[in-house]
């Protein structure tokens, strides 16, 4: 459905950790904001995102007409990773390591 309907952001918060996902051969960016409320967890698969953090923790998304961003904070506001979205592309920050909670 994703692909059929070029889908460019999802969105969700189950998962107990921070992730943006970037999977090749697909239109969408993935976003998961489940940081603050349960317990955390690590991200298990690694091979899939810029970006991934198990800890406490939370997204900012911003919209205007050109550009969607996201910005992803640990829970003392620190900013952990960002990315900007425009129609049909997505342009991140410079790849890092994951970063695991409490780092």
Aim: glycine share 12%; charged share 25%; proline share 7%.
């Amino acid at each position: 459905m994703f692909k059929k309907y070029n889908v460019e952001l999802y969105l969700t918060g189950h998962d107990h950790n921070l992730q943006h996902l970037e999977i090749p051969g697909w239109p969408t960016s993935f976003c998961v904001s489940g940081g603050g409320g349960q317990s955390s967890y690590a991200v298990e698969r690694k091979d899939r995102g810029p970006f991934g953090y198990g800890g406490y923790g939370f997204a900012t998304l911003r919209f205007t007409p050109e550009t969607l961003s996201v910005r992803f904070f640990n829970a003392s506001g620190k900013e952990l990773h960002k990315f900007d979205r425009r129609p049909n592309a997505v342009e991140s920050s410079p790849a890092r390591e994951p970063v695991e909670a409490g780092k």
